[in-house]
């Protein structure tokens, strides 16, 4: 079904889905402001992009996280997926990375 999901100043990821309005899950890792949740093109995991400074990733099915965080020096405003989902873009306060997912690098 669809799913669409609520983030912010709470650290929270909330996943609700459209025709219930029901929540399905939330994820909790976020030490501070959540700025941008997005799926991958499989549907299959989330990356979520935070004012604490990293990246993280989630199991889009149920919210528990997947791997370890991507960290970097500044708040991080934005994550975007490459087309087959094996990298992200991510722009922080100073500089823009493309990142594996894979390897975190």
Known sequence: GKQYATFGRDSMI???DFESGGLLFEAKGHSS???EVTWNPAGTLL????????VRFWNAKDGTPVGSAIEFPHFV???????DGTRVAVKTDLEAAVCSVETRE
């Open 47 to 54: 990356a979520s992009a935070s004012r604490d400074r990293s």
């Open 77 to 83: 405003y934005a994550v975007r997926w490459n087309s």
């Open 33 to 35: 402001y959540v700025y």
């Open 14 to 16: 909330r996943v609700w």
